[in-house]
């Protein structure tokens, strides 16, 4: 036998043996059958018990342990119940059933309630190797593999099944909003047709421009909020409630009004602290004695172990000589772990799943709810975060010309008929080919082009900004002749100086922007075809392999 048909042949057989030792072994005594297809209608279910809680029907709604559920996550798992009907087998013996996690102490039951109907019981076990989940019925040695998503479906606890949409409007409901950030004056915002502008009696910063679209995202994002926890136990103080803190008005057609509250903003060093200690948890434990539990002594020795990493060090110093910081790990910040003067393994995974979201509460609603900090960020913005910090003001079908220099940098292209051409420089690099194609994305590009923030107070001429002689300069003409430009200064922190061609402010962009423009001629230059060799493309159905390389080559450039 030759070598190539002696090692395919010995690829086949691995193939059958792992074929083999992964397949489930089924049972073909009889016909055996779980079928639920017609012992659950899900219009007519009224509660599911799963495990320690029940889920029960009210109205057209459900809740969970008392508190409002996800009702269209509800009506899945009903769905995807109804539809079991399955004949794998794998094992008729009781002695078994731990294998699969089957037995009265690890399965997963579920017990489905409905009008005119008996109860119906399930136990689920684990996942089976092939995909689905292992179940059996409460009377039945029978073990069967139901395929599906069961097992994400059911395999939650009572908060996963909770409703985590607490707000119920849409952004297009909302007609106007007041924001009171703690830190900053309060303003409103109020809706002209589909246009938000500025709320009556607002005084804008001299030279403020109001961005539109800033505001618009406010409503928008208020009425995404969701919760990714709960807090059930009430402590303002200690959700930062209690005091001064942000608060969203939203006014919505109708005469409505939602008032949302925003709590503790998340710490940084909490969140740094939490994770530190999860990962080191056995070398802070062992410091005094090790006992699964970090006490303030414990920290104070390993704060002062020279051996120990520098950063560890810090964070054990901090946490000792703050005692509300210690407190907050000592129960998982927003978790309610039990509080004992110490820091376990449960206290920190529970830190290091709260601690980056922000207590929130609606009037009206008792429930406190744990929102993401970037999500609370989106809709408690300052006045200033709504400046308009664009920095061009062109229509790109009128540019007749676009001129690009910095240092020994100096591209210039203009409008040819229709097309574009490249007149500047005059000496271009070996191969280079110019992309008349580009020129169109790069204008779009500019046109977009916003700075990064306002320049500090202090910073009042071109001089302090260094813009009499700036580093680089992004220029279009119009038709007319008219000129717009943007110039770039020198560094400060976070960027370069920059002054646009809409205002006479000066504004902070990033770095990137001058390294955009040190590119030149790059910026213009075409660029080879996407290669699909061995890309498996040859593989696709013509139609869309078509519609996917021209999307790529469209990409390229």
Do not use: C
């Not at 038709?479 to 717009?484: N, W």
């Amino acid at each position: 036998m030759k070598r190539m048909p002696l090692i395919a042949a010995g690829v086949f057989v691995a193939l059958l043996a792992v074929y083999f030792a992964t397949r489930e072994t089924r049972v073909s005594e009889g016909t055996r059958t779980l079928d639920l297809t017609r012992r659950i209608d899900p219009a007519k279910v009224t509660a599911v018990e799963l495990g320690g809680f029940t889920l029960k029907k009210n109205g057209s709604d459900w809740t969970v342990a008392g508190k409002p559920a996800d009702t269209q996550q509800v009506r899945n798992a009903l769905e995807a119940l109804a539809k079991v009907k399955t004949t794998e087998v794998v094992t008729l013996r009781a002695e078994k059933h731990a294998e699969y996690e089957l037995t009265a102490d690890k399965a997963l039951k579920v017990k489905v309630e409905s009008e005119g109907g008996a109860p119906v019981e399930v136990w689920f076990g684990k996942n089976a190797r092939n995909g689905g989940l292992y179940a059996r019925l409460p009377d039945s040695d029978a073990v069967f593999v139901v395929p599906g998503t069961l097992s994400w479906q059911l395999h939650r606890n009572a908060d996963e099944w909770r409703n985590k949409r607490f707000v119920s409007f849409k952004a297009d409901d909302v007609t106007a909003l007041t924001v009171k950030p703690v830190a900053d004056a309060a303003y409103s915002l109020k809706k002209d047709g589909t246009e938000w502008k500025l709320g009556d009696g607002v005084t804008p910063p001299a030279g403020f421009r109001f961005d539109a679209r800033a505001a618009s995202s406010i409503p928008s994002q208020l009425s995404y909020l969701t919760a990714q926890a709960f807090a059930d136990h009430v402590d303002d103080e200690w959700f930062g409630l209690a005091g001064a803190h942000d608060v969203v008005e939203a006014e919505l057609s109708g005469g409505k009004k939602v008032t949302l509250h925003f709590g503790r903003r998340p710490d940084n060093d909490e969140q740094t602290a939490a994770r530190e200690l999860r990962t080191q948890f056995d070398t802070v434990d062992a410091a005094e004695k090790k006992d699964d539990r970090v006490t303030v002594e414990d920290l104070k020795k390993v704060a002062a172990d020279t051996a120990k990493p520098e950063s560890l060090r810090k964070i054990a110093e901090r946490l000792a000589n703050d005692p509300k910081a210690f407190a907050r790990l000592d129960v998982g910040v927003y978790a309610a772990t039990p509080k004992d003067d110490a820091v376990t393994r449960g206290d920190l995974d529970g830190a290091n799943r709260t601690a980056s979201l922000v207590p929130v509460r609606m009037d009206g609603d008792a429930q406190v709810y744990l929102v993401p900090g970037y999500s609370v960020a989106a809709v408690t913005k300052k006045l200033s975060d709504l400046r308009d910090l664009s920095l061009f003001n062109f229509d790109a079908d009128k540019v007749t010309k676009l001129e690009l220099h910095s240092g020994a940098t100096h591209v210039v292209v203009e409008k040819d008929g229709t097309s574009w051409k490249l007149t500047e420089p005059k000496k271009l690099p070996d191969g280079f080919e110019f992309d008349p194609s580009t020129v169109s994305m790069q204008l779009a590009s500019f046109r977009a082009l916003r700075a990064l923030k306002l320049a500090e107070a202090s910073v009042t001429n071109d001089a302090q900004a260094g813009l009499t002689r700036p580093v680089a300069t992004i220029e279009v003409t119009l038709e007319g002749g008219v000129k717009q430009a943007v110039k770039l200064g020198k560094t400060t922190e976070g960027g370069l100086y920059a002054r646009g061609a809409v205002d006479e402010a000066i504004y902070v962009v990033s770095t990137s922007e001058k390294s955009r423009i040190e590119r030149g001629v790059e910026l213009f230059k075409k660029r080879p075809p996407p290669s699909f060799a061995g890309s498996g493309f040859d593989q696709l159905p013509p139609d869309l392999r078509a519609k996917l390389e021209a999307s790529l080559k469209q990409q390229a450039h």
